[in-house]
């Protein structure tokens, strides 16, 4: 994933974690980029909208936008983000942004790519997430791929459009021990548009509480000795995939849990993205496997 104020990043498509291919959506997003009379979100961020959002964000917080398209909500966001880093996948939308004078705001760094894109160490105080693609079970591995690099909370901007996807992110969310809170937003004169907000709470989440409430009491804890043998967060991700246990509390010596952090992460994203979640703790790794629908 590229940072850049004005150089142009490569085209990347990746799959979405939640099972649905992702490249329609952001082919879709080119081609919208390419009329210069649309500026994509346009009728979901009314007055409304804004106020509440910059309503839920402390000033000078250390803020990531996710989906920042053209910039609608880019541009309230930095007057009271001390740093906003906004996230875009679509080339077009980044030239477009890019070509504003938002652009030069001393806050404000443009990066290309996806949430699977951030490196393991990035860390933000909140999260802004803006009309995403993803549906259904996408929305909830998303929101759990954020928690590990958010402080305070995850906010979730989607469309109300007759599905129920806001529903099943909240109550999944709120099973995985996430405060999540819910608001409607009904844009004037107009009930086509109305915009759901979520904000979810992670400072006190636990990926080992999830579907049920048993599963902290699930978790078996695994000594790994320092340095990690070759291959080790690849075998611990293999074990849990192969039902052996729904939760690993993962210890090290202090002075491999950063290393081995990195692998398992990696190894996660390799072996089981949709699958697996994994967040460093202060004395060690959760691992946990994260329930399939209907659990």
């Known amino acids: 994933m590229n ?6 990043p490569q085209v990347q498509v990746e799959a979405d974690r939640g099972g649905g291919p992702l490249d329609s959506a952001l082919a879709r997003r080119e081609r919208l980029a390419n009329r210069f009379d649309y500026a994509f979100g346009q009728e979901r961020v009314f007055p409304e909208v804004v106020e509440m959002l910059l309503s839920a964000i402390p000033e000078g917080s250390r803020v990531l936008e996710v989906g920042a398209a053209t910039g609608l909500l880019t541009v ?8 906003l880093t906004a996230l ?16 030069e705001a001393p806050n404000l760094i443009v990066r290309k790519g996806l949430v699977e894109d951030l490196r393991s160490e990035e860390m933000y105080d909140i999260a802004v997430v803006t009309f995403t693609p993803r549906r259904g079970l996408g929305l909830l ?36 021990g996430f405060d999540v809170r819910m608001r409607f937003i009904n844009p004037p004169d107009d009930e086509h548009h109305r915009v759901v907000f979520i904000s979810a709470a ?31 967060a690849t075998r611990l991700v293999r074990y849990v995939q192969a039902g052996g246990d729904r939760a690993l509390f993962v210890r090290t010596d202090p002075a491999g849990l950063d290393r081995l952090y990195g692998n398992l992460r990696t ?15 202060d004395d060690g790794i959760q691992l946990v496997r994260l329930p399939k629908a209907g659990e």
């Open 267 to 281: 190894a996660v994203h390799r072996l089981g993205r949709d699958e697996l979640t994994v967040r460093r703790v």
């Open 88 to 103: 875009e996948p679509s080339e077009g939308m980044l030239k477009r942004l890019l070509s504003t004078e938002a652009a």
């Open 76 to 83: 309230p966001l930095l007057t009271k983000a001390g740093a």
């Open 141 to 176: 591995t998303l929101l759990t791929m954020l928690a590990v690099h958010v402080r305070e909370k995850v906010i979730m901007l989607i469309d109300e459009e007759g599905t129920l996807d806001w529903a099943y992110v909240a109550r999944s969310a709120a099973h995985q």
């Open 3 to 8: 940072e850049t104020r004005r150089n142009e």
């Open 202 to 232: 992670v400072a006190d989440w636990n990926p080992l509480r999830a579907a049920t409430d048993d599963w902290a009491a699930d978790a078996r804890e695994v000594s790994v000795p320092y340095p990690a043998p070759r291959g080790a």
